[in-house]
T-cell receptor, first 109, second 114 residues
């Protein structure tokens, strides 16, 4: 089963772009990459997902490398409300999400 | 449209007591999930359901039972609570699994077993 690796924590200045990296070097060709975030122990919130192409929605952009071994979540203009734990996730062989410990992103004023 | 709701929000149990956590969703989703989250860790899947009347084990099923008698409800039971089951429990639902289907989460139930 594919697994992901993320830095445990990151800081970003308010108003700047936050770039969160994720390594998923064992991902298979048909597996999606999903990003969720969890704000202060609330229920996780879906952000974005991707397969091969870069994706953008109203919350974030997802850049996936051509070899699909890594990806970067970009929050273009981070605000204090973006302080959260961000999870980069792939699925196991039973199509269930595999959650790691995520990256704790702190947005500083 | 309430999304995913969980009852209760908080609970304290003594070792050996039993309880049932209720999850309800109003999005007509086929799939429902129960996760637990321990401090500083990601979520771990306890049980899930792919439709009314069906359930399956996840990563950490021991000590828990589930039932999905109605499509909109997914119940998680602890028959004999243990301190190791102190955790935050999240319920989620999705239209499908795999592919481009997101999971929607409830607010969580904080359970303490003394």
């Amino acid at each position: 089963d594919a697994k992901t690796t993320q830095p445990p924590s990151m800081d970003c200045a308010e108003g700047r772009a936050a770039n969160l990296p994720c390594n998923h070097s064992t991902i298979s060709g048909n597996e999606y990459v999903y990003w969720y975030r969890q704000i202060h122990s609330q229920g996780p919130q879906y952000i974005i997902h991707g397969l091969k192409n870069n994706e953008t929605n109203e919350m974030a952009s997802l850049i996936i490398t051509e070899d699909r071994k890594s990806s970067t979540l970009i929050l273009p203009h981070a605000t204090l409300r973006d302080t959260a734990v961000y999870y980069c996730i792939v699925m196991d062989s039973n199509y269930q999400l595999i959650w790691g410990a995520g990256t704790k992103l702190i947005i500083k004023p | 449209n309430a999304g995913v709701t969980q009852t209760p929000k908080f609970r304290v149990l003594k070792t050996g007591q039993s309880m049932t956590l209720l999850c309800a969703q109003d999005m007509n989703h086929e799939y429902m999930y129960w996760y637990r989250q321990d401090p500083g860790m990601g979520l771990r899947l306890i049980h899930y359901s792919v439709g009314e009347g069906t359930t399956a084990k996840g990563e950490v099923p021991d000590g828990y039972n589930v039932s999905r008698l109605k499509k909109q409800n997914f119940l998680l039971g602890l028959e004999s609570a243990a301190p190791s089951q102190t955790s935050v429990y999240f319920c989620a639902s999705s239209y499908r699994t795999g592919g481009p289907y997101e999971q929607y989460f409830g607010p969580g139930t904080r359970l303490t077993v003394t």
